[in-house]
């Protein structure tokens, strides 16, 4: 609403009705403008002027509104804006590899007392910082302003804004080789000297000392606050400069903090994209609906979720649609596509948009 609006509605408006004036228009404005729909990509720099346009001018048309790019390319995220997307900037936020020979102490360590320097879980890119460390902190927020600083970008995109993954989505289990029913210390990040002395300092407990560590609910409220507090940080940064911060997130609340520490419905966020990927917990479409209504529940309305589908989790093209709807239905502000955004998935979201708008 802006203060033209305001006034008018203060006019006519008794005294005490007057800030009921302005939030009901303010919600109608949002629901008028309709859901917002987001592509998941990585600027391939051999893209040519003449593809972008084609691209995102075919974007644009079917429902899109906005990109989410995985690297820096001023040349992309132009041509976004040009037809009318927002370009918003995709980080990986705490897991990253470019510190492990200045700052090795920055890593995080696991319950075994391994670092992710040495032995990083499940995966060689898995390179984890310790979010208790205040330079960690402070090197992502530098990380986040000088991304900021560019007229170009819209927005900040946090990914891997987490723990390391406790427990892997039941899917990867047996690619893996493992049992993951309960939690493993290998996988149980981080007990490095200064997460344990934050603790004992915060609550008086000594982790080394707890028979059942993972039993713990202080221990396990300090890990979400930890990533909490730097994600609020940084969000700060994102909203003084008048710029959007977003992130990709584990499907619902309940999975996200059990599985990867993470506490997204206490962020200060202007929107979420929880990876609703069905296939890696072994569900069915119609359980994105359900993990958007629980999403939906949790966030009580503090900003909008945009339900993240992975595009090879789908059998057919029907699936892709009935995937599409059950977000919609059940309060998702908006479908995140990850995989190949082909003519056909932008055909099905054109075609539900256009009955959205409609009903
Ligand atoms: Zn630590």
Redesign the pocket.
Known sequence: MNKREFLKAGLFAAAATQIPVAVNAEVAKKKKKGPKNWVWTNPNMKDTDEELVNRFTAYKASGITGIFFEADSERHFRAAKAQGLEAHRWIWTFNRAELLTEHPEWY??SRKGQSCVDNPPYVKYYRWL?P?RPEVQEYLEKTVTDILASDYVDGIHLDYVRYCDVILPVNLWDFYKLDETRELPEYDF?Y?D??KAKFKEAYGIDVDKLQYPDACLSWRLFRYNNITRVVNSVAAIAHKKKKQITAAVFPTPEVARRNVRQDWTNWNLDAVCPMIYHGFYKEGVSWIGDAVAEGVHFLAGKFPLYAGLYLSDFKNDAEIRTGIQNALSRGAAGISFFGNVSPTVLDILHGEMQSNKRA
Request: hydrophobic share 10%.
């Open positions: 995080s360590v310790c208790s981080c490095c200064t997460c």
